[in-house]
């Protein structure tokens, strides 16, 4: 049992966990009472179903020992292109045809990131911020893009279909809870299998541990990161595309800038900024916390415009605590090494 505390203490899981417990509370007593309830709490499960995805791929790039910086803007050219080429093309079927066409589109933008990456071995950060770049240049100027007032049929019916809607007794208020929540939860029970139950996942974390040891253990590096920038290139495009759908619109740039928040919630889920160490709750936990802040400050009575100050000041804890682990990890490895060597 005691072993069993110890371990869960010191897991950053839980002090996030207990993080959003506590800003919850403050929140329902601030807002007199409008956080728990059922449209409250539907309305930031819908909120987190975009950046929720786009966690899931930030955290693989994480473990990897990377940062990808560009999934907003491959999420962007993904769905605008294939928003405006089935709108031109007049198509009126269903969704899954816009499905398909983000998923192939956003596995080739991945493999662009994946082959630099990879196979030339140049560091993720770097080419991520020039690939967002480029991404951008091309829906700047290939396509010519301008915001899309209409989208397919299809995409519309997708967007507005819901598994039920709460209704707050009090108030009268009332909100769908989007079947994209679905899709979320879908793609975290995919990557988990990926994480933990594949010799790709493995990869993937010894990646981030060690590329050296990787290699030395049988892991094809240059191909399982390559792999893997396609895989969130698939995933991020499907975020852009569920984005779109429930905003009933598209936008060229308004995903723009969502990095940093999404990589703060990863980091604040325990995610270790050197590689090597994440898990998918602390995932979901560091990032529903970055969307309550986000959407409960009106309930707070604070001003919108510190909600930059709020998220800039998570992302400095969530680095700070992540390094310290790191630290705390060394000088654990370094004591263990001292002990063996005084043993022998």
Known sequence: MQKSLKKLLGRTEFYVFLLLVVLSIVIQIRSGG???????????????????????????????????????????????????????????????????????????????????VG???????????????????????ALNSRQLATIPEGMRNFGTSALFVATNSESGLSSRMPVAFLVYIAVIVLAWFVLNKTYFGRGIYALGGNPASATAAGFNVKRTKFLMFVFVGMISALAGLIRVCMMQQCHPTNMLGMEMNIIAGVVLGGAAITGGAGTLTGCVLGTLLIVTVENSMILLGIPTTWKSVF??????????????????????????????????
């Open 34 to 116: 409008q956080f728990y309830t059922p449209n409250g709490l539907v309305d930031i499960a819908s909120a987190l179903v975009v950046p929720g995805i786009f966690a899931v791929g930030t955290l693989m790039v994480i473990i990897s020992g990377g940062f990808d910086v560009s999934f907003p803007a491959l999420a962007s050219l993904a769905v605008y292109a294939t928003t405006k080429s089935l709108l031109d093309l007049g198509y009126t079927g269903g969704v899954w045809l816009p499905l398909l066409m983000v998923l192939a589109i956003g596995a080739v933008l991945g493999a662009f990131n994946g082959f630099f």
């Open 119 to 141: 196979y030339l071995n140049l560091n993720a950060m770097i080419v991520t911020l020039g690939a967002s770049s480029v991404f951008r240049g091309i829906m700047q100027g």
């Open 311 to 344: 998220v800039g000041a998570l992302i400095i804890i969530g680095t700070g605590v992540s390094a310290m682990q790191v630290v705390r990890a060394n000088r654990a490895a370094d004591r263990k090494k001292k002990i063996s060597k005084e043993g022998a």
